[in-house]
């Protein structure tokens, strides 16, 4: 298995665009996460679905972020507008079961940086 | 409000000698404790686990030490090799916690060789 795909790698862009960071989750896993890495929060859970089904989303920081789960195979974490604040690096990452007793498994990130 | 916390953002050990990683948590209903490590432009790998049963867990050059009355756990690298240069993340979790992990800040090992 190629593990969590993310994509794109990096993201520049500008205060007010909008931003979407996609997510490919291991196949055959149940659960989804998308955290985000600051230095002086570390890595934050945003938001994780249950086969598609978004579970607690009380991370989102606020109503700019919203985030997807279409198909077992495919997320979406999307800003708009954007900000400078929300520079940081997002992680999705998935697990085959409950995550309270399980391995997560990360995507190597996307860098977003927002100008 | 962090409810695991890592208090040394870094950290240098001599390559051989043991590397001694700290994390502590105010959340009395955790009761899995794990460490990640993440290389630069990669994604945090899980490492090993913990069990609030157990007090230790030994897994080749790595342990994991609980103390769940102090509320604390560590990692040992014993001994330490520039590979292991990374930074180091603790993350907890709980029945009653929960059903997520929370993880602390990291603390980034540099092994000097």
């Known amino acids: 298995d190629a593990g969590v795909i993310q994509s794109p790698r990096h993201e520049v862009t500008e205060m007010g665009q909008e931003v979407t960071l996609r997510c490919k989750p291991i196949s055959g896993h149940d659960y989804l996460f998308w955290y985000r890495q600051t230095m002086m929060r570390g890595l934050e859970l945003l938001i994780y679905f249950n086969n598609n089904v978004p579970i607690d989303d009380s991370g989102m920081p606020e109503d700019r972020f919203s985030a997807k789960m279409p198909n077992a195979s495919f997320s979406t974490l999307k800003i708009q507008p954007s900000e400078p604040r929300d520079s940081a690096v997002y992680f999705c990452?998935?697990?085959?079961?409950?995550?309270?007793?399980?391995?997560?498994?990360f995507g190597p990130g996307t860098r977003l940086t927002v100008l | 409000d962090q409810q695991v916390k890592q208090n040394s953002p870094s950290l240098s050990v001599q390559e051989g000698r043991i590397s001694i990683l700290n994390c502590d948590y105010t959340n009395s209903m955790f009761d899995y404790f794990l460490w990640y490590k993440k290389y630069p432009a990669e994604g945090p790998t899980f490492l090993i686990s913990?069990?609030?049963?157990?007090d230790k867990n030994e897994d080749g050059r790595f342990t994991v030490f609980l103390n769940k009355s102090a509320k604390h756990l560590s990692l040992h690298i014993v001994p330490s090799q520039p590979g292991d240069s990374a930074v180091y993340f603790c993350a907890a979790s709980g029945l009653q916690a929960g059903n997520q992990f929370y993880f602390g800040t990291g603390t980034s090992l540099t092994v000097i060789p």
């Open positions: 913990i069990s609030s049963i157990k």
């Open positions: 990452a998935s697990s085959p079961g409950t995550p309270k007793y399980n391995e997560q498994f």
